[in-house]
């Protein structure tokens, strides 16, 4: 068993406009010491599929209220699309289709065209030129759960390598089940570069052997793990894979055709060796459905071996 390399992710760097603030008064009057104003924004070249970004000084919004609705962006050539918040100092805007490869937009962001009491803030002028995406998807870890009795879930992490918008991943993402395409859901995990996708309940009664994602090969990363699961048959328990992470909670994951009795003690059944003969000690169990994972003290080496008991 060999463990993979987490992927680099690679930061997309926003450019900072630095504000300057001079003021003179002989009245004493003090310059306020947190002032309201555009940080940062999109500039020099962009992707065709990434959202254009606005950050302000500090978050405009509490974090127990809605974002103020809006469109404070106003492109030339004309671009319609969807305002959205990363957070509450960030804005996005997500095109509708592609931007034009090699074509300059000029941007004038005014935040009077936003709710509540924002038009007092300066606005922001910039552009950018289009350039051919480059962005690369990988697929980090993927998992078959089991809902049901004879009712199941594909689940994969996927990474990208600069900033993408959920309806970039959709256009370049899709999901077969045998030569049919299945519907698919996919959130954000964490940040714009990380995602989890979660497919339809699906069931085996006339599924072929095996659910496989669809990425062009011009945008999958040498680094993504495989795009394809094999799908559990007939009724008997197997083993459909094992991975190991070192991340913070550090486990090895065994995924199973069919879920399993969460009270059943696993102690002698499932034993983990750190190399031919050695077993590791100090193991701990968690059952989630068809999923078991196996965790310890200390990180796991880069081979091991399992030994599952029928």
């Known amino acids: 068993m060999y463990l993979r390399s987490p992927l680099v992710r690679i930061i997309v760097g926003l450019f900072l406009s630095l504000v300057l603030f001079s003021a003179c008064s002989t009245s004493g009057d ?3 010491a947190d002032p309201l104003f555009v940080q940062a924004h999109s500039f020099g070249e962009i992707a065709t599929t990434s959202p254009v970004m606005v950050v302000f000084s500090k978050a ?3 974090a127990d209220s809605p974002p103020p609705e809006g469109n404070p962006f106003a492109f030339s050539p004309r671009v319609s699309g969807e305002v959205s918040w990363q957070n509450g100092s ?14 300059r937009y000029q941007v004038r962001f005014d935040p009077a065209g936003l709710e509540g009491d924002l038009e007092a803030i300066t606005g922001a ?3 950018f030129e289009v350039v051919a995406s480059t962005v690369q998807f990988a697929v ?21 390598s600069e900033a993408v918008s959920l309806q970039a991943l959709y ?12 519907d698919f859901e996919v959130t954000e995990d964490g940040g714009p570069t990380e995602f989890v996708l979660i497919s339809e309940v699906f069931s085996l009664d006339d599924t072929p052997g095996q659910i496989a994602l669809e990425i062009p090969q011009s945008a999958l990363s040498p680094e993504s793990g495989p795009l394809a699961r094999e799908l559990p048959s007939g009724d008997q328990l197997t083993l459909l894979s094992v991975s190991a992470r070192n991340d913070d909670a550090s486990y090895v994951e065994l995924q199973f055709s069919h879920a399993l009795d969460a009270s059943q003690e696993l102690r002698g059944l499932i034993d983990v060796y750190k190399n ?5 000690e100090h193991l701990s169990f968690s059952v989630d459905r068809n999923i078991v994972r196996v965790h310890r003290q200390d990180k796991w080496e880069k081979e091991g071996r399992i030994a599952i008991q029928p």
Not at 90 to 99: G, H, K, N, Q
Not at 276 to 280: G, Y
């Open 30 to 32: 003090r310059i306020e």
């Open 125 to 127: 002028a910039f552009s």
């Open 60 to 62: 405009v919004y509490d």
């Open 140 to 160: 980090e870890h993927t998992q078959i759960i089991a809902i049901d009795e004879n009712a199941y879930q594909f689940r994969a992490e996927i990474s990208s």
């Open 171 to 182: 256009n370049q993402i899709g999901l077969k089940l045998g030569r049919r395409s299945r």
């Open 276 to 280: 031919a003969e050695q077993k590791a």
């Open 90 to 103: 960030t804005v996005l805007f997500t095109p509708d289709e592609a931007l034009t490869e090699g074509k």
